[in-house]
């Protein structure tokens, strides 16, 4: 396989998952990890990719601030498993809520041709479905530059007039005794007033956060309606379930 056929499906790859490493692709393309490494040096260089320690990262994400990168690229296989998920809940026609989570962020490749309106304080989600198929209403308010996302009271308050269907959230921790648990008190405030103004709430949220308590507890189980993470144990997810919870972790 030539070079230029070889460019065009780590670019396809790393569009649609956000990030790849090298031993991935070249598992998927059936190439050397030698070869892969070589291209993705040639098309860093090009300006085409970002190339990271294992493997390359989509400019648009980079272009975020470094932190927000990295997050969004930590458990990325769950991350996207977790979003092919979620993305089956959404149907035309539906008004979503979408916050600033590095997991919610994922969802935007699976939304890009559904005819949805997307309320986001979010700016890379923003960047990330300009010129698709989604209409995005902006929430105002201030902006925190490290996290790209808007927040503060003007925000909540444009929050509260509108109505959604869904609202598709993510939190820094979740436990079945002490409920949801966040890592600042901006983030806490945007989920509590976004779930609030959402007919169905839903919670992404990778299993590394289950049972985990963060700096801030600040709602309880019940604000939030389904949980959609990775393939976990059934035992594990009983105690979600029997707090009243649905439970969404297989395709």
Do not use: W
């Not at 559904?114 to 201030?142: C, D, F, H, Q």
């Amino acid at each position: 396989m030539s070079y230029q056929s070889r460019k065009q499906i780590i670019l396809k790859i790393v569009e649609e998952k956000g990030e790849a490493e090298v031993k991935e692709l070249a598992q998927l393309i059936d190439t050397s990890e030698i070869t892969i490494r070589r291209d993705l040096g040639q098309m860093a260089a090009d300006g085409l990719i970002y190339r990271t320690h294992g493997g390359a990262m989509k400019l648009s994400l980079v272009n975020q601030p470094v932190s927000f990168a990295q997050k969004s690229g930590v458990n990325a296989d769950k991350k996207e498993y977790i979003c092919r998920l979620a993305a089956a809940e959404i149907h035309d026609g539906d008004v979503i809520f979408m916050d600033c989570g590095s997991t919610v962020f994922r969802l935007c490749p699976f939304l890009k041709n559904k005819r949805i309106k997307v309320i986001t304080n979010s700016l890379p989600v923003v960047y990330e479905l300009m010129n698709t198929e989604v209409a995005i209403n902006l929430i105002g308010g201030e902006l925190d530059s490290e996290r790209q996302a808007v927040h503060g009271i003007i925000a909540a308050e444009h929050i509260q007039r509108y109505r959604a269907t869904k609202a598709f959230l993510g939190t820094d921790g979740i436990s079945p005794d002490t409920g949801l648990s966040a890592a600042s008190e901006k983030e806490a405030e945007m989920t509590k007033a976004m779930a609030s103004n959402a007919r169905v709430t839903y919670l992404l949220c990778d299993s590394s956060k289950l049972g985990r308590n963060r700096y801030l507890t600040f709602a309880p189980l019940s604000l939030v309606d389904v949980l959609v993470t990775d393939e976990q144990s059934k035992l594990l997810l009983q105690a979600y379930e029997k707090a009243g919870l649905r439970v969404l972790n297989q395709l």
